[in-house]
């Protein structure tokens, strides 16, 4: 730019650029901001997703209690259905996909459930919440799996990356006489734009990355089933 306009051409433009660069910084960074604020509230809701899919199976665990072959299938099938969400559904939602493994073992479950509750010795109130157990299971895997398709939508990555590109870019229009002092100003934006946009990047898909929501509640779960 230099080389093109020239330094006192640049020069010139530092004064009214710099109230137009002013509004330009304001607006970006409040969009990017918002961008964060976004993917990091819906990371925690992947997380919460999968703390509950896990409460509500350790309590539907200790609520099949009992030695009636319902109650063991019941159990048995509700391990099943943890270990292969670990196995297989974790994997495929990295690429935001579902498993019928799972979904299919979810209906098991449910048919299980269904025939421990036919059982003449089992109380209804304790019915009724094993089903309430089984329908957070449900709501929580689906959350999930929402999740992991993706939080920011395709017109906010446009946005974002083209306003990384004019913010930057706008800096272009100043001039200064010391060369090594503007290219690390500018140098320094870069960078910290860079940051806002990889924050967003690496927990977009809460599922897979650096930075993703593992399996460790439901193994927990597991484990203390195997325990037992």
Known sequence: ??????????????????FKFATVGVIYAVLLAFAVI????????????????????????????????????????????????????WPLMAETRESREVTQALNDLFASA?????IPSRQPQ????????????????????HLATGIVPGV???VLYSGAVLTVGFTFFFGTK?????????????????????VIMTINYPFTGPVHVGT???????????DR
């Open 216 to 226: 460790e509640p439901l193994q927990t779960v597991v484990e203390d089933f195997e």
């Open 156 to 158: 906010l990555w446009v």
């Open 38 to 89: 976004i993917v990091w509230e819906k990371f925690n809701d992947a997380e919460t997703a999968v703390l509950q899919e896990a409460g509500a199976a350790a309590t539907l665990y200790r609520l099949a209690a009992g030695p009636d072959r319902e109650a063991v299938t019941t159990r048995a099938a509700l391990s099943n259905y943890l270990k292969l969400a670990i196995e297989r559904e």
């Open 1 to 18: 730019m230099r080389r093109r306009v020239g330094l006192e051409g640049l020069t010139s433009n530092n004064e009214i650029a710099g």
């Open 178 to 198: 010391n060369l090594p002092a503007q290219i690390l100003m500018t140098g320094i934006l870069s960078v910290i734009v860079f940051m806002g946009l990889l």
């Open 114 to 118: 269904m025939h421990l509750m036919e």
């Open 126 to 145: 304790i019915s009724g919440e094993i089903f309430r157990q089984l329908d957070a299971i449900t709501q929580a895997r689906r959350s999930r799996l």
